[in-house]
T-cell receptor, first 112, second 112 residues
Framework: DAGVIQSPRHEVTEMGQEVTLRCKPISGHNSLFWYRQTMMRGLELLIYFNNNVPIDDSGMPEDRFSAKMPNASFSTLKIQPSEPRDSAVYFC??????????FGPGTRLTVL | GENVEQHPSTLSVQEGDSAVIKCTYSDSASNYFPWYKQELGKRPQLIIDIRSNVGEKKDQRIAVTLNKTAKHFSLHITETQPEDSAVYFCAASKFQGGKLIFGQGTELSVKP
């Protein structure tokens, strides 16, 4: 099992640019979570999907952030336009309904 | 709203000593409590979890205790080793596989 796959692993962009983060959950997992980790705010849940449907997006900071899950094996988190305060490590996690969450390796985003 | 408080934020122990990290949760409906270990630059990884119908669970040098009445749970690491040095996160959820609310993290340092 390859585990949760995220790409890119590192992203450096300039303020105002669009950023797209990608996640492939573990095969057979029916829930997917996007987290953001910073020193100041810790580990925050941004949004989660169950069977490809967004269940709770209350953690999405603002309209600049959007997430999609077009099928069971792929999800994206988009930031448009990006700002320096969006700099963080973004983790994707997935699980089966009676299992625990497994995290991907994360994407380190730097917005200059 | 849902909240998990974790203490202490940093903990330094001598190799061989025990370490205890405590968490308090606010939502009385929470019934699943995992603990994650995150080494520097890596993803959070589950080390132990407990459900609300159990008061204590052990796995070798690691144990977790739960007091539902007081709404707190603790991680106990015995015979600490330098490789135990990491950031530890507690979390709470209303069911296994649901939305996790994370504590702020505890940076554990084990000195040889």
């Amino acid at each position: 099992d390859a585990g949760v796959i995220q790409s890119p692993r590192h992203e450096v962009t300039e303020m105002g640019q669009e950023v797209t983060l990608r996640c492939k959950p573990i095969s057979g997992h029916n829930s997917l979570f996007w987290y953001r980790q910073t020193m100041m705010r810790g580990l925050e849940l941004l949004i989660y999907f169950n069977n490809n449907v967004p269940i709770d997006d209350s953690g999405m900071p603002e309209d600049r952030f959007s997430a999609k899950m077009p099928n069971a094996s792929f999800s994206t988190l988009k930031i448009q336009p990006s700002e320096p305060r969006d700099s963080a490590v973004y983790f994707c996690a997935s699980h089966r309904s009676t299992d625990t969450q497994y995290f991907g390796p994360g994407t380190r985003l730097t917005v200059l | 709203g849902e909240n998990v408080e974790q203490h202490p934020s940093t903990l330094s122990v001598q190799e061989g000593d025990s370490a205890v990290i405590k968490c308090t949760y606010s939502d009385s409906a929470s019934n699943y409590f995992p603990w994650y270990k995150q080494e520097l630059g890596k993803r959070p990884q589950l080390i132990i979890d407990i459900r609300s119908n159990v008061g204590e669970k052990k796995d070798q040098r690691i144990a977790v205790t739960l007091n539902k009445t007081a709404k707190h749970f603790s991680l106990h690491i015995t015979e600490t080793q330098p490789e135990d040095s990491a950031v530890y996160f507690c979390a709470a959820s209303k069911f296994q596989g649901g939305k996790l609310i994370f504590g702020q993290g505890t940076e554990l340092s084990v000195k040889p």
